[in-house]
C-alpha cells in the first residue's frame, strides 16, 4: 500500500513532505523514496505553517506529515490559519496499529475531532486498501474547499498488500469549469451602469495575476476608486494603481463614511465586508447597493448584499471589463502615503516607521511582504504597497505563529522573488524554532523582528480601556541570538545607521539569497494604534 500512497502522490504533486515525525509514523517515511523532499519542521505550528506559505506560492496542496493526537494537537491553530487563509493542505494525521487500536495503546489517537471544523475534509479510511484514495480525493477537498483536508492512516496500513485491479477511487485529474454565467454577468454590468458612483472592494479571494489584470481592466472602464478590504490577508489589486483608494476601516461607523459617495459597490474576492469591533448599525449608507463576486460559497452566503455570485473573480471580471462601457473622467482618490519619518535624533530610539519606510525605499516591486506585526500592520499596510499579485500576505485569522513559517515557505517555493517577513517580537516567539528549518534547507527569506520589548498592541488596547495590563515586557529576550543558536545568521541593529547600513547590503541581493538572515530591529512602541 506504502508504494500505491507513492505514486499517488506524485501524480497529484505531493513529493515535498512538510512534517514532523513519531514512531506510528516510521513504516511511511523510513527510507522514503529519494524523489520525495522531506522538510522537517521542530514544531507542528512551524510544519503546518511552512506548507501553508509553500501552498499559498504555489497554488497547489501541500503535503504535511504530523504525529497522531500530540502531533495534530499542536497543529491544529495553524490548520485553522490554513483554512482561513484558504490553503490546500492534504495532511497525513498518523494513528497506532488498527489491530490494537481497541485497545487504546500508548499513542493511539483520538483524532477525528480534533482540529474541530477547521479541517475542509477529515477521513478514517475503512480499511488500508482505501488509503491512496484517500490521499487523492485530500488533494481534491482540499483544492476545491481551499484548507487542510485530513487523512488519518494506522501504521499498519502502509505495509498491507494491494488487492489486484485495485483502483484509486478519485479522478486524476479535476478541473473546475469557470466560464462566468452570462445571466450573472448582465446583472452585475446593470447594477454598475445604473450607478452614478460605483466602487470596487477587493479582497484576498482576488489575488492572482489573472484577477489583478481583469480587476484593472473593471476599475478603468468604470473610473472608480479602489479598496481593499479590512483585515484582509492578500492583496486584490496593485496598490501603486492610481485609483488605489487605500483600506477599508475596519468598524461600521467609518466604513459608512468612506464609502458614503458611492450609490453601488462591487466587491471582489471578499466577503462584506472584514470587521473587527463590534459597532452597531448597517455597513453601508442606507441606498447603496452592494454585489459581491467570490469563489467560496460561504463567503457569499453570509454577506448581507443585494446579489452574491459565486464563480470565479478572474472570469467573472474579465467578462465585466469587455461588457462594460468606458465612463468618462476616472475619479484619481486622493491617497496620501506617509513621508519618510525624520531619521532619530541624538539618543532618540528607532522606531518601526524608520524599519517600514527603509524598507519601502529598497524593496523591488516583486518583493513578498509577509506582515504579522500586529501593532505596527496599519503603517506597514501605508507604506509598503503591494505592487504584484502576492506582493502582501497576512494570517487571515490573527494567529501568531504564522509570519516566520509562512515566509519560509513562500520563499522556498519563490526562488526568484525577495521575501521579507516583518513580524512582531512577540509573534517571532510562536514559531522561533522554524528559523532552524530555514538554516537547514537554506532559504534565503529575510525576517525582520521588529523588536519593541513586548505585546504592544495588547498594551495599546489595554490603556483604550483605562485599565492596567497585567502581562510583563519581554524586552530581555535576545532574538537575534535565538536565530543564531538554531544556525540562522542574524544582526541586532539599534541605530538608524545600523539599520541602513544592513538593509543596503541585504536586499539588492534579496532574490538570490541562499540562507536566510533575521535582522531584529530594536524599536520603541509606538504610543498609539489607530488604523
Ligand atoms: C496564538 C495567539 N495567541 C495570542 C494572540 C493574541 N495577541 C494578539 S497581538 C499579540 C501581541 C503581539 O505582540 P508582537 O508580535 O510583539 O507585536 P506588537 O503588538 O508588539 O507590535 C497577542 C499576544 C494571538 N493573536 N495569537
Ligand atoms: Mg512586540
Redesign the pocket.
Known sequence: MRDLAFEVMREHGLTTVFANPGSTEVPFLGGLPEDMRFVLGLHEGSVVGMATGWAIARGEAAFVLVHTTAGLGNAV?ALATARANRAPLVVLVGQQDRRHLAQEPFLAGRLEGLAGDYPVWVDQPACAQDVPGALARARHEAESAGGPALVIVPMDDWLAPVPEGHQVAAPARALRARAPDPDAIDRLVALLEEAQAPALVVGAGADSPEAWAALVAVAEKLGCPVWQEPFGARAGFPQDHSQFAGHLPFGRARLRETLAGHDALLAVGAPVFRQYPYEPGPLTADGTRVALVTEHPAEAHRSPVELAVVASPAAVCGALARSLSRRTAPVAPALRRPLPPQPPGPGEPLR?AHVLSALAERLPPDAVVIE??????PELLARLPARRPLGFLA?AM????FGLPAAIGVRMELSDRPVVAV????????AIQSLWSAARYRVGALLVV???????????LAEQQDQAAP?PGFGEIDIAAMARAQGCRARRLESHDELLGALDEVVPDLGARDEPLLLEAVVA??PD?NA
Open positions: 491553530a518601526a504579522e506585526a500586529p501593532s505596527n500592520r494570517a490573527g494567529g501568531l505563529g513580524v512582531g517580537d512577540g509573534a517571532s516567539m510562536f521588529l523588536a519593541n520589548g513586548g505585546y504592544a498592541v495588547m498594551d495599546r502581562w512602541p509606538d494604534f
